[in-house]
């Protein structure tokens, strides 16, 4: 006959003829306020849904925010070259661009920000990397920004993007050649969903 689980904050064991069943206790239980009465209707996904509609309005000033912030990295790259300061700081920029880009209503800019992340990521070593191609996908991010109101931001999106993914990958194929583990990573599919990383 299996024992009762303890009633403390100590693991509850119950034994059973051929094994045992360790339960942890749910301490985040004590976390979670209950709905009262009144608030029966309560749903905490429709509360964050909301909390994220009432700062859309904000969501175009960060992601300018983020551009600037990226343009920045791309300046002291040119002023100082690659170094790791460097390296990071664009990256970086890169990096939360891509994540930030669908809660902040731009996800056509995220692929185009994952092929900068991955150009940075897997070139061999700092002084390989292509200062035009990083150029090239930092103006990309920036017009896609900039014209994404617009009837044509799916097209201009779409395009840029595949074109410098296109040439990203073939330069990283070559500089990876002998590099099997990164050539796995950089041949792979894309993690950005959308046509614009297609």
Not at 77 to 89: D, K, P
Not at 117 to 144: F, G, S
Not at 154 to 174: K, P, Y
Request: proline share 7%; with cysteine; aromatic share 4%.
């Amino acid at each position: 006959m299996p024992t009762a689980p303890a009633k403390n904050d100590e693991p509850a064991v119950t034994t059973y003829g051929d094994h045992e069943v360790i339960t942890v206790p749910n301490k985040l239980r004590k976390a979670i306020r209950p709905p009262s009465r009144g608030d029966s209707n309560d749903d905490p996904v429709a509360r964050a849904e909301q909390a994220l509609a009432d700062l859309s309005s904000e969501f175009a000033s960060w992601m300018q925010q983020e551009c600037d912030r990226l343009e920045a990295a791309r300046g002291k790259v040119i002023e100082q070259g690659f170094n790791e300061a460097t390296r990071e700081a664009l990256f970086h920029a890169a990096h939360d661009i891509k994540g930030e880009a669908a809660t902040f209503g731009y996800p056509l800019v995220a692929a185009t920000a994952e092929s900068l992340c991955r150009l940075i990521e897997h070139t061999p070593t700092l002084d390989q990397v292509p200062l035009p191609l990083v150029e090239q996908h930092v103006n990309a991010i920036r017009a896609i920004i900039r014209e994404y109101g617009g009837s044509n931001a799916q097209a201009l999106a779409t395009t840029l993007t595949r074109r410098l993914r296109e040439v990203a990958d073939e330069f990283l194929v070559r500089e990876n050649r002998d590099r099997p583990d990164h050539l796995e990573a950089i041949l792979g599919p894309t993690l950005i969903s959308g046509q614009a990383a297609e």
